[in-house]
């Protein structure tokens, strides 16, 4: 049987289709079940029937399964979700749906929601976007006042989010948002010299203020990087634009911190908190 399925990319675009089995697969005229006009419109969309008996049965599970899945998105958060793909549940895959939020867009996959199935009924990864959103704001900020530069673009890309914007006092996140950034600084405000530093500096924020994540910061070089979004700038990792990253990451406890660079050559270290952030004093 032929599956269709939903791709997603490894950062932030969701498309594709739901499986619906053979297209060319014979019809039965003993089913009677009837389809709503959203479950029609996706139907057409993939240009398949529209008739719940012109459908096979496993196209009829599919698009029965698809709208139970997007109406506990809608029920669940009061708002409207849009039907961006399904994975037919199999041996070594979970049954999930991706969607995203009307109101915010798509936004080449950054707002990408992911409900699975689950023996109980449905779980997701819908996170509170103005949480994300202030992190960034204020990481920006910090970058900012510290370079006291524009040159630099943050992408945020969110892995757990278990706050709720209204939940976070004083900026202390409470380890409770744990994000992948995509820090690019222009080689004009920072070397690969002085980016362990920047980074010693940067984790001391991020840990005052119990922001959880991983953290890679790349110095780029020939290339306009004010003009980067979330759909292109992975670009800027092909070695004629980039020098080189530092990566970091607290551990679970919160006591150690990994961090991997390249620069002339691969190195991979392990610090304790207070090794680390006592690196320049």
Not at 71 to 79: D, G, I, P, R, V
Not at 112 to 126: L, Q
Not at 219 to 242: R, V
Request: proline letters at 1%.
């Amino acid at each position: 049987m032929k599956k269709i399925i939903a791709i997603i990319t490894t950062v932030f675009l969701a498309t594709g289709v739901f499986s619906c089995g053979n297209k060319s697969a014979p019809t039965t005229s003993t089913k009677t079940e009837l389809l709503n006009d959203w479950q029609k419109e996706v139907l057409a969309a993939e240009g398949l029937p529209t008739e719940a008996d012109k459908l096979t049965d496993s196209q009829l599970k599919s698009i029965q399964r698809i709208y139970e899945m997007i109406t506990y998105l809608n029920e669940k958060y009061s708002e409207e979700f849009i039907y961006a793909g399904y994975l037919e549940p199999a041996s070594n895959q979970t049954e999930t749906l991706y969607a995203y939020p009307r109101l915010l867009g798509a936004d080449y996959g950054r707002n990408t929601v992911t409900v699975k199935a689950t023996k109980d009924g449905f779980t997701d990864d819908y996170h509170d976007n103005s949480v994300v959103d202030y992190y960034n704001e204020i990481v920006t900020d910090f970058i900012h006042d510290y370079f006291n530069s524009d040159d630099f673009v943050v992408f945020t890309d969110v892995n757990a989010c278990d706050i709720k914007k209204s939940e976070v006092v004083d900026c202390d996140f409470q380890w409770k948002l744990g994000v992948h950034d995509a820090i690019l600084l222009s080689e004009e405000i920072c070397s690969q010299e002085n980016i362990e530093k920047f980074a010693v500096e940067f984790a001391k924020y991020l840990y005052e203020h119990r922001m959880d994540g991983r953290h890679r910061i790349d110095i780029i070089k020939s290339i306009d990087i004010s003009g980067l979004t979330y759909n292109n700038f992975t670009n800027c990792y092909e070695d004629k634009y980039d020098i080189g990253f530092y990566d970091f990451s607290f551990n679970s406890d919160k006591n150690k911190l990994y961090v991997d660079s390249h620069f002339d050559k691969w190195e991979q270290n392990e610090y304790t908190i207070e090794e680390f952030f006592s690196k320049y004093n």
